[in-house]
């Protein structure tokens, strides 16, 4: 059987549709493997800079509030920062094969309201503790620094309740 482009084939044709669908396939293939390329590199882009943002927040959190973390070999901050890399990947993967990917977008959002809300604290309290006087910051910086600080904590704390609550839990 021919058809219209010429082409000799086994199976009747049904006309240049057929035609488009095996080069579709063959295309289609090539496609598929160059989206997942491009997803691969726009999410190891986007994802790589948040975690690492994620582990320096909490390794400085362990480096400030350990005195035996301060007591280290400055050059041995690495071995912490590689210890949390660890932690997380371990939960991460652990995560991936537990829950839904619904579920750890939650856990995910918790995780940084709570982070965030630390973070403003902690910044508060390094600011006020480790800075000499002359350069603290003023008044409206450290109450904004508290509040942003409680809010997200409470925004995390009012969070966790009410999907404990759902769940049972409580």
Same mark, same amino acid.
Request: aromatic share 14%.
């Given at each position: 059987f021919q058809a219209e482009d010429g082409i000799r084939d086994r199976s009747p044709s049904r006309g240049l549709g057929d035609v488009y669908k095996r080069q579709g396939a063959q295309w289609g293939n090539f496609f598929w493997m160059a989206s997942l390329f491009c997803? $691969? /590199?726009v999410l190891a882009t986007g994802v790589t800079p948040g975690a690492d943002g994620f582990l320096r927040r909490w390794v400085?959190?362990?480096w400030i509030a350990s005195p035996r973390a301060r007591r280290l070999d400055p050059k041995s901050i690495r071995y912490v920062y590689f210890g949390v890399l660890a932690t997380?990947?371990?939960f991460g993967v652990i995560m991936l094969?537990?829950?839904e990917p619904t579920t750890l977008l $939650? /856990?995910?959002?918790?995780?940084?309201?709570f982070a965030l809300g630390f973070t403003c604290l902690h910044t508060?309290?390094?600011n006020l503790i480790l800075l000499p006087k002359e350069l603290r910051p003023g008044w409206f910086c450290r109450i904004a620094l508290f509040l942003a600080g409680l809010f997200f904590l409470l925004v995390a704390t009012?969070?966790?309740w009410?999907?404990?609550q759902a769940s049972g839990y409580l």
């Open positions: 997803a $691969f /590199i400085d959190v362990i997380y990947a371990t094969t537990l829950e $939650f /856990i995910s959002a918790l995780l940084s309201n508060l309290a390094v009012i969070f966790s009410t999907r404990l």
